[in-house]
């Protein structure tokens, strides 16, 4: 039967929020609880694969997002020494997508765009500098405890979504085990204004080497000129400060772009990086969904994009649920498409990059890279390449689960 009281989501990021959205169109209530006192700024992921890009326009924000994001074609395969061994063009997708390329934009460029739109909706409430503390799950209903500035509060939802993040409050509390592991490296992140595309790089590349293999691709920033941004591993051994230190970053970058030195810098950081599945994304009246749910190494765009795809599936049914044309069970759907497809799509592909990138036997970087070279070389190899890599095989995939 349909319901009244808004559904609750945890976490005011991109996968909350789109979330939110998504459910708002269709006419779903929905209040948002974030424990920050405003949107944060995340400057790590920003990359949108062609289906997402497809979702996000679905939801009307694409129109935005492209204002000022950068469209990107074409990516590379590189070697560290050898230059670029493959170079794939996204617009052999064009008869499967509308968006047959990948778009930058900062994720906290996004989410003052998804959050405008959300407001503009009727009947629903963000609420900033208040954290979820408790959950309480009965048989029509889940109880939850809110405490902010103007104290705590107990309200009752249908259905509550945890989209607050791999340190999930919302998931912790329900007892679901979060399997996987740990890199042992931290990645840092460095953003130079120094263009890279006179030196040949695309706006995304990944560069291959046993020591210091990166990732590098080119975000909008404020405005031109745009930052480029170079992901590589650190010595886990290392104190923090020295990694981030001036001279041992202009070190890096010098080993792995050399004609760029010396590196202007605007940010610098580092982070830990998990591959990590929760065993169930739904619990009863609790969904786990982005990293509440599952978590990952950068390498491929993949995490961000994942997030977004479950959020529209998920918003999809739990709608059909609310307005009461579907049961509560559509519910084991969501699961059953989510989660495997995370499995073997998401968490295996990006262990597989990051492993590709850092093999260390000469004769297996060998094979891999005349691998690639000749894939890229092949339109119709390369075409199921990007089919696989641009996550469109794997949308299609859990959609084909009934």
Known sequence: MPHNDPVVIAGAGPVGLVTALALARR????????????????????????????????????????????VVRHWQY????????????????????RHPYRLHLEQHRLTPILLQHLERAAGNVVSFGTALTDTRQRSEMVEITLKSEAGEETIRTPWLIAADGGRSTVRKSTGVTFEGFTWPERFLVASTVRDLEPLGYAYNAYVADPDLWSAVFKVPDDGPPGLWRIAYPTDPDEPEEDVLAEEMIQD????????????????????RVHQRVADRFNIGRILLAGDAAHINNPLGGLGLNGGIHDAVNLAEKLAEIWHGRADIDLLELYDRQRRPINVEH??????????????????????????????????VRAKAHLMNTSMINSVRDAAAVT
């Open 27 to 70: 006419q779903v209530p929905v209040r948002v609880v974030e424990t920050e006192p405003a949107l944060t700024r995340d400057l790590r992921a920003g990359s949108f694969h062609p289906p997402t890009l497809d979702m996000l326009a679905d939801l009307g924000v694409g129109e935005d997002m492209h204002k000022d994001g950068i």
């Open 252 to 271: 890096k970058l010098r080993q792995l772009i050399p004609e760029g030195a010396p590196y202007e810098l605007k940010y610098r950081s580092t982070y």
């Open 346 to 379: 998401i968490q295996k592909q990006s262990i597989r990059n990051k492993r590709m990138m850092e093999a260390r036997d000469p004769e297996t970087r060998k094979q891999r890279n005349d691998e690639m070279a000749a894939i890229a070389a092949n339109p």
């Open 78 to 97: 590189r070697d560290r020494f050898a230059g670029v061994v493959a170079e794939f063009d996204l617009g052999l997708l064009q008869d499967e997508t």
